[in-house]
């Protein structure tokens, strides 16, 4: 079967796209990196057996746990993925009414990754309220962060973009609002155009137009564009903010979901001597699940503290 040169040409830009798009290269060079890294300490590590090993965690999104921030934030899928963990590894404060501070937020996030700063925590804080030490539902927080983290570049360009329409505008009252809004949505429409970063498609963006009124401003922007249906979907790792009660429900009823995180346990006994990478990377998650166990062991100490408290107060 022969092909024309067009042919070959037009193959060759659609590979060469899809290793872009997707980050290939990034995978490689780090699976190589952690392999030679690996191989001064066991030369006689099976290799095959090892790029296996690799990209199998990554596909269930694991590779970013207990990572420095540089390879965390490396790529949007790592990016997605290590909000995916934290909710999943954190979900018991889905189902409470306990608020949460920046500081809290920040102390859990470096329990996974220990190098990742704190100016990201702080900017998902401040989308919700500008106040110092204000405190918001976990849940909240959550979808702020995957925002606020996923889409770091656009946000810090998306405000720059707001303020200069808002230096140029004469006047702030309701009626230049529909004026003001289209301008700026029709500047956020063009910076996707250009843009070389993650963003959330023109479609979101006149969805969460529509929805705002006369009051609008940036941050209540950023709060509808956070808990956008169509942009939890597009990150997909989520489930969207408005079924968080089906998803209560359906952890709830599993046992299994209820004490640990939705990642493949591995056996001690059958995996602990195949490879120093499976040895590192069951190691990784045993961590995870003890975190998280010591986290509900701890829930679980505070509700009954709480139990005896009030039991106390009743009683006096």
């Given amino acids: 079967m022969s092909y024309d040169q067009d042919d070959l040409v037009g193959q060759t830009q659609s590979a060469d796209n ?3 798009r997707n980050f ?6 780090d699976s190589v990196e952690q392999l030679l890294e690996i191989k001064n300490i066991d030369p006689k590590i099976d290799v ?3 790029f296996t090993e690799y990209f199998k965690t990554v596909l269930e999104g694991n590779h970013i746990l ?5 390879f965390v934030s490396s790529t949007p899928y790592n990016r997605a993925c290590f909000v995916q963990k934290f ?4 979900s018991q404060f ?3 009414e306990e608020t949460v501070n920046c500081i809290e937020m920040h102390s859990l996030v470096m329990l996974i990754c220990v190098n990742f700063p704190k100016h990201i925590i702080e900017k998902s804080f401040n989308i919700a309220s500008n106040e110092e030490n204000s405190k918001i539902l976990f849940k909240n927080f959550v979808y702020l962060f995957q925002l606020q983290f996923y889409y770091d570049e656009f946000l810090n360009d998306s405000k720059e973009v707001f303020e200069n329409l808002q230096n140029k505008s004469k006047s702030n009252d309701s009626k230049n ?3 003001n809004l289209k301008s700026f949505t029709d500047s956020l429409n063009r910076l996707i155009d250009q843009s070389k970063y993650s963003c959330p498609s023109k479609n979101i963006i006149n969805q969460v137009k529509a929805e705002l009124d006369d009051d609008w401003d940036y941050y209540k922007f950023l709060n509808k564009l956070a808990l956008n249906k169509s942009l939890t979907k597009n990150i997909g790792k989520l489930p969207c903010y408005q079924d968080l009660n089906e998803y209560q429900d359906n952890f709830l009823k599993n046992e299994k979901l209820s004490k640990e995180p939705k990642i493949e346990k591995l056996s001690v006994e059958t995996k602990a001597n195949n490879g120093n990478f499976k040895s590192a990377n069951l190691l990784r998650q045993k961590s995870f699940l003890n975190i998280a166990n010591s986290f509900n062991k701890t829930s679980s100490t505070r509700d009954v503290s709480s139990s ?7 009683d006096t």
Avoid: P, V
């Fill in 48 to 50: 095959l057996e090892y």
């Fill in 94 to 96: 889905l189902f409470r």
């Fill in 177 to 179: 609002f529909d004026k």
């Fill in 18 to 20: 899809y290793i872009s």
């Fill in 66 to 70: 207990y990572r420095d921030y540089t």
């Fill in 308 to 314: 005896t408290d009030s039991s106390s107060d009743t």
């Fill in 24 to 29: 290939i290269m990034e995978y490689l060079n």
């Fill in 87 to 90: 909710f999943e590894l954190f």
